[in-house]
Every structure is written in C-alpha cells, then in structure tokens.
C-alpha cells in the first residue's frame, strides 16, 4: 500500500535498482523454445522419473517428513540413498541436503573455522560465497581460474594458518567454463594442510562416465576434501549431497545449520533423487551425445559471433555489456518463441551483462537454427 511504512533503504535500494535497469521480477510467461532452463538432459520433463519411482524400493504416501533428520525426518532409504550416492561418486559417505544452496551454505559456515584460510575463486556461486561470509575464517579471493594468482596467495599465506581451503565450481554457471581442477590438484599436493571444495552442479549428469562429474572425468575425486552434487539441474529433481569422507560426514550432521535446523526432505523427494541416478545410468550415454553434438553444434554457428564465451558446457554465454542491450536480446528473441535469459548486474560484474543460453538434449536442430538465426539477425 502506499501509505504503509516502509524503512527508508528498501525504497531507496528498489528505487536505484530501477534507475540501472537492473530491477528483479518473477514471471510466469515462458516462450515455448526453452534455451533457458538447467534441465540439460531433459529428465525433469522429458525423462521417465515417475516410472523409476515406481519400480523403487519405498512407496511414501506422506507428504512431508514430519521433522528434521535429527528429529524425527530420517528412514532407512534416505540412509540407502546416501550410500548409494556415496558409491556412485567415489566417497566414503554422502550427506543429503534440501538444496545445493543449503549444502553449500551449510558446508562453508562450519568447517572452515577461525586460524583457517579460505581461497575462492572470484567467480563462485553466490551460494559459496554466503556460506564464506558466515564463516569465522580469513578469506580472499583470486582471479578467475588463474592457477598464477592462487600459487601466489597460497606461497603469501602458507604459514600462520591452520588449515587451507580452495573453493571452486567445476563448471561455472555464469561463464559455462571449467576450472583447471588438474592444475589445482598439483599445487594443493604441495600444500599438506590444504582441502579442495569442488562444486559439481553444472556437471554431474553432463561430463564424467555416466554422468559422475568433471572430478571423475578427470580422475581427481580422491584429491578432493568435498565434492557438492545439485539434482535441481541435470538430474532433473531436488536437493543436494556433500560426498566426501565418513569423518566429514559425521561432522556435518553435528555442525552443519542448514542440515540440522530445518525440516528433512520428504521421502518422496529423496525417491526422486534415486529414480533420476537410475535413469541416469539408463539414458546418460544418449542423452549426453545429443546434447555433446548440440553443443558442438551451436559453437560452430557462433564462432564468429563477437562476445561469446568459450565454452564446452551446456551454458553458452554472450556478453553484451550493458543491462539495456541485454533486455532488448531477450525481448526480441521472446517476440520469436525463444526463452533465454539476460544476466544482469550486479549478479555479474558491470559492463560483462550477458544472455546466457542453456543448451539441452532435448533441443532440436531447428530450435537451433531458429535461436542462431536471430542472434545473428
């Protein structure tokens, strides 16, 4: 209402967010051509989940879980559950969380601890980086995937603390580019009192064997302190797992907020989560070579388009450097059927506004031809 009393730096902040064109709203109304979404290989609409739900060990007819897992949340699939994500992924134990958000947040505020350092790639997810700010450890940042600036800052403070963390994604969500996990992994040898937190949400189900991730694809799993798999994006359901060594595990269950102090995630939700890695060993090899010929597809048409970001990811990306030239690529690409977003700042550095366009298994050639052709037209 107008004339509610509002404190005065939310008026202000949403005022200024305006004025930059950089002011968030939710929609509702998505063009048909989907260039958008993270469900890469097409399990959350395209996939058979439900079936494989069916055939699963546990039928559920709660719709909740009635507490958190210390309480009254946990069963014995969700332990199952875990196990088996934990074989899968190369770890001695897995944690569920309600969200990668959470898992992240709820990794990061606790483990690292004051006397300890964290390292962090400048371009990690928010997510990451809350759970820096919550915890009690120094922290800085290097630039991105520069192996350079990280030996630097690693020789700086190699003595006075006690423990060391590099935190990186993978895959990055804004750029779709890879950290240099194996050129990581060979500085942090040199460093005994250093841990490697890799977050897989842009890779688990598109790179890996059957789907297991870029750390597998690389063969450094057993190098890495933590690994964090996403399931809102190519596995197509919801929630996330920290899989890493039962010792961490079982710290997490103590220390951990975001685990202990919220409500668990229904039974049902847990047997979706097993349902999509079932359906990924069924379909991944299919899947993943028709979105692996999508992605080369696309980047051969585009290659000398002037902005985009190398990438051999599902998330193409094309820098247009303003929020208003970003609005106007996505407004007209709407106009023609297509959904791709405009990444705006400040959710990336001013003047590296950009579409970003997220490409799956499921698109067909002539969806992408049409997305091309407007690109370039």
């Not at 009254?72 to 309600?98: D, K, M, P, R």
């Not at 350092?117 to 700010?133: F, K, P, Q, T, V």
């Amino acid at each position: 209402m107008a004339d509610e009393k509002h404190p005065p730096h939310l008026v202000k902040a949403l005022r200024e967010r305006a004025e930059k064109g950089s002011l968030r709203k939710l929609t509702r109304d998505f063009p048909p051509v989907d260039f958008c979404s993270n469900d890469y290989l097409g399990f959350s609409t395209q996939g058979s989940i439900s079936d494989y739900v069916a055939k699963g060990k546990s039928s559920s007819f709660r719709s909740g879980s009635g507490g958190s897992r210390l309480i009254s949340g946990n069963t014995v699939f969700t332990e199952e559950t875990e196990a088996y994500i934990a074989t899968f992924h190369h770890a001695e134990a897995a944690l569920l969380y309600n969200s990668g958000y959470d898992a992240n947040v709820g990794l990061l505020s606790c483990v690292p601890q004051k006397g300890d350092l964290i390292l962090y790639d400048e371009l990690i997810h928010a997510s990451l980086y809350d759970g820096i700010r919550l915890s009690h450890a120094t922290s800085y940042k290097f630039k991105h995937n520069s192996i350079t600036d990280l030996a630097a800052l690693l020789n700086r403070h190699q003595s006075g603390f006690r423990s060391i963390y590099v935190v990186v994604e993978s895959i990055y969500s804004m750029d779709g580019d890879e950290a240099p996990l194996k050129a990581i992994t060979t500085l942090l040898n040199e460093q005994e009192n250093s841990f490697l937190i890799v977050d897989e949400a842009h890779a688990i189900g598109v790179f890996g064997k059957e789907g297991r991730g870029l750390c597998e694809q690389l063969a450094i799993e057993p190098m890495c302190f933590a690994r964090i798999y996403t399931y809102g994006k190519a596995m197509g359901v919801h929630g996330a797992a920290i899989a890493g060594s039962r010792l961490l595990k079982d710290y997490l269950i103590n220390f951990s907020r975001s685990f202990i102090y919220t409500t668990a995630l229904p039974l049902h939700s847990v047997e979706n989560i097993m349902a999509a890695y079932q359906l990924l060993l069924v379909q991944s090899e299919t899947q993943r070579q028709q979105l692996l010929s999508n992605i080369a597809y696309f980047k051969q048409a585009t290659i000398d388009i002037p902005g985009f970001i190398t990438s051999n990811s599902s998330i193409q990306c094309l820098v247009l450097g303003s929020n208003g030239a970003v609005d106007d690529m996505e407004q007209k690409l709407a106009k023609n059927g297509i959904y791709a977003k405009a990444i705006k700042s400040p959710t990336v550095k001013e003047g590296s506004e950009r579409i970003r366009f997220c490409l799956h298994a499921f698109n067909t050639q002539s969806e992408l031809d049409l997305l091309i052709k407007w690109i370039h037209g």
